[in-house]
């Protein structure tokens, strides 16, 4: 038994001794205050004998730092600055008939994004987005999160790496609908991107391990592709134009989920897109082309699909709020059964407050042939949609 134990066993009976009494028989005496000041001495010699003997022990003890509170708030204050928050809510009304005269209307919170920025170091930025959608099986999921290198006042190079949408297509719109462009074509990857952003030119290329396999390449990164765009921007014109290659691009998110095995496990079939804008005097017109570059087989039937989108908007303003018409024509080829072979849309959208909208959409969409895998019939929707990004 050390001497420590034997130390505090002491004054435990002690104690003991001369508190017993006092709880059995309470006409008994209590302790002395001369008694009580002894044993308050004797505690406190034991521990700090202890604390010597701790630091004996550990002779490269860990201080804790002191921290005034000027500098504690300096630090929150940091903190807080480094962090940015953006988010959109979107709340959709829709009536729609199908190919079959079959209608249906709903009410949904169709989108709820929630978006978190953060730079702590001026060469790290860190960027995380929540997504909801109330027909995707009412998850909020993690739609990106990645991490980028670089300062752009010192270099206008960067690195990306995360979760993320590659750099293929553009699939710039006016309207509530996601162009057939972007249906086909938009892929959400964990990926590695090395970019340049000058004033007028950006591109990038990027690389990842997509679900497409050729041969026994499923644990590899083989899929890459890059970007490139012009743009330029003054008083009277707005201009871009954007080129984008993918080495897959049945790795897209839709049309990989489409074709199955047909998409995955055959020869990689790359990809291209091409993408012009320009805006003068109030009218936007917009163009958009995404094709395959060679043939897939889908149980012997050979397809190389295309989509395309031709857009014209013109913005002005009634009283004090902004409102946009817009106009589209958009199609695609050898994707019966999974987009339109025709679409066109006309819609409006009136600006209440500068981060609130409303607009209206009215959609009419033409099907393949029923000897092209269609149906022959069409079908119509009705979209209005009220909107706050913050």
């Not at 420590?4 to 028989?25: D, S, W």
Request: hydrophobic share 35%; with cysteine; aromatic share 10%.
């Amino acid at each position: 038994m050390t001497r420590l134990l034997k130390q505090l066993l002491f004054i435990a009976l002690l104690l003991g001794v001369t508190t017993f009494p006092a709880i059995t028989r309470a006409a008994e005496p209590q302790l002395t205050p001369e008694m009580q000041r002894l044993i308050e001495q004797k505690v406190e010699e034991i521990l700090a004998k202890r604390l010597q003997q701790m630091a004996a022990d550990n002779p490269h003890p860990i201080e804790k730092p002191s921290i005034s509170k000027g500098e504690q708030q300096q630090i929150v204050e940091q903190v807080v600055n480094s962090l940015s928050f953006s988010g959109t809510i979107e709340v959709e009304a829709n009536y729609s008939k199908n190919y079959a005269d079959d209608s249906s209307s709903d009410v949904t919170l169709a989108t709820m994004e929630f978006g978190v920025d953060a730079q702590v170091h001026k060469w790290v930025r860190g960027h995380v987005l929540f997504l909801y959608e109330e027909d995707s099986d009412d998850d909020v999921v993690i739609d990106e999160a990645f991490i980028t290198l670089g300062d752009n006042d010192k270099t206008p190079l960067y690195l990306s790496a995360g979760r993320m949408y590659i750099p293929f297509g553009n699939f710039t719109t006016f309207m509530i609908s996601d162009p057939l462009t972007q249906e086909m074509a938009e892929s959400q990857e964990s990926a590695v991107q090395i970019g340049y952003e000058g004033d007028n030119l950006h591109a990038a290329v990027y690389a990842f391990n997509g679900d497409t396999n050729e041969g026994d390449s499923t644990s590899t990164i083989e899929q890459y592709g890059a970007h490139l765009g012009y743009s330029i921007e003054n008083d009277n014109l707005t201009a871009q134009a954007d080129v984008s290659y993918t080495s897959s691009l049945f790795d897209s998110d839709n049309l990989c989920d489409e074709f199955g095995a047909f998409a995955t496990d055959g020869d990689y079939i790359p990809g291209l897109g091409l993408h012009i804008m320009t805006g003068f005097s109030g009218l936007t017109i917009i163009g958009e082309y995404i094709t395959a570059l060679d043939e897939l087989d889908v149980a012997g039937d050979d397809i190389e699909p295309y989509t395309f989108n031709i857009e014209a908007a013109y913005t002005t303003a009634i009283g004090t709020h902004e409102t946009t018409f817009a106009i589209v024509f958009q199609g695609s080829d050898d994707l019966a059964g999974f987009l339109p072979e025709e679409r066109y849309l006309a819609s409006i959208g009136f600006s209440l407050y500068d981060d609130t909208a409303i607009s209206l959409e009215y959609a009419h969409d033409e099907d393949y042939s029923v000897r092209d895998g269609g149906t022959n019939e069409s079908a119509d929707s009705m979209t209005a949609q009220l909107a706050y990004e913050f």
